[in-house]
């Protein structure tokens, strides 16, 4: 699916209604969720959010930060490690900030996702791990992903900046550990932000890419 923002023309369409399985382009919701908490004054970039525990996931191969239980760090750091470095810790942890669970929290994605049209999209984790239950489609995501982009003012605060950062810290029990970024998309070139690219085995692949100039944006979803 390739839309032309200025215009709002659909420039090309594929299944744009078939179902499919977000992955990680499941945090793009979560970043939405965590802008309008922020927005509203619930949390703030600065809080402080003290691990109880290290949190763990089913699946041996995915993606978590090396935080344990004792350890403290911003919202803003966990923000790094959830939009950049695709860390599904740092998501959970945001969600039980926002919520008081990850299960409530996906509540509100689903609530959020019906809000702004997304009616063939269900949430069952604010990560992206699979689940049969935890499905989109192209056109969903469009949605999804213009709310993220044009719809928050905290946006260019909080997501474009993080393209500038390489690293981020979290204080923990011993000192302070330090987490080097790995997604070089962002350093691409000034005018482009990718949101979440993501390899599943049996989905082949999925990518999302958001792009914009000066005089037009256009948004790309493919599989």
Known sequence: MLVDETTKDTIVAHNVHGKIYPASMTKIMTGILV????????????DVVTLNRK??????????SDLVGGCSLTVKNLLYGLMITSYNDCGVILAELIAGSESAFCDMMNEKAKEIGATNTHFVNCHGLHDDDHYTTAYDLYLIIKEFLFCHKSYNEIYLLLALSNHYFSKRKTGLACFYLSNPVFHLIYYASALSTFFLFFLKR?????????KRTARITST
């Open 35 to 46: 802008m309008e908490s922020i927005e509203k004054g619930d949390i703030s970039l600065d």
């Open 206 to 214: 999925t990518i999302t890419i958001a792009s914009a100039t000066i």
């Open 55 to 64: 949190v763990t996931f089913d699946d041996w191969d995915a993606m978590a």
